[in-house]
C-alpha cells in the first residue's frame, strides 16, 4: 500500500495515507495476547481476529497443528538491507506463532484495540501534521 500510495496521491490530488494496524496497537495487543506480544501471520493474534470477524473462515478442528515457527514482525520491517526468504522458509504450516490459544474474546478485544489506537492517531492528527515527518527542529522551522 505504501508504495502505491504515491501513483494514487498524484493521479487522485488528494491526500492518502496508509497504515499498519498492528504497529499502532502493539502495546495494547501484548497485553491481550498469551503467546507473543505482537502480531505473526496466522498466529494468536490474527486467528482471534479472524474468529471475531469472520468465523466461518477459522476451521477450529485444525487447532492442534497452527503452529509454526516464530518471528518477529517489527524486526523484519527494520533492517534496511533484506534478504528475501520465502515464507515456506519460514514456516511449513503457514502459521508463524501458536494460534491454538486464539478465541473469538481475544478476537474482538485485539480489533477493538486496534480501531482505538488507529482512531487515537487520528485524534492527534496524525499522519497529517508535517510533525509526523520531521524532527522537532524542523517542525518548529516552517
Request: net charge negative; aromatic share 8%; glycine share 6%.
Amino acid at each position: 500500500m505504501a508504495a502505491i500510495s504515491v501513483d494514487l496521491m498524484r493521479e487522485l490530488n488528494a491526500p492518502i495515507t496508509t497504515a499498519a494496524y498492528f504497529m499502532a496497537a502493539r502495546e495494547a495487543m501484548s497485553r491481550i495476547l498469551e503467546d507473543r506480544s505482537g502480531l505473526m501471520h496466522a498466529c494468536e493474534a490474527e486467528t482471534s481476529m479472524m474468529m471475531a470477524a469472520y468465523p466461518e473462515l477459522v476451521d477450529a478442528d485444525r487447532f492442534g497443528e497452527a503452529l509454526g515457527a516464530a518471528f518477529d514482525v517489527v524486526a523484519s520491517l527494520v533492517p534496511t538491507l533484506k534478504r528475501f526468504v520465502s515464507f515456506e522458509q519460514v514456516t511449513s504450516t503457514g502459521v508463524a506463532g501458536d494460534a491454538r490459544r486464539s478465541s473469538w474474546d481475544k478476537g474482538e478485544a485485539l480489533l477493538a484495540a486496534c480501531a482505538s489506537a488507529l482512531a487515537d492517531g487520528l485524534r492527534r492528527g496524525e499522519p497529517w501534521k508535517a510533525s509526523a515527518f520531521l524532527s522537532a527542529d524542523r517542525a518548529d522551522a516552517g
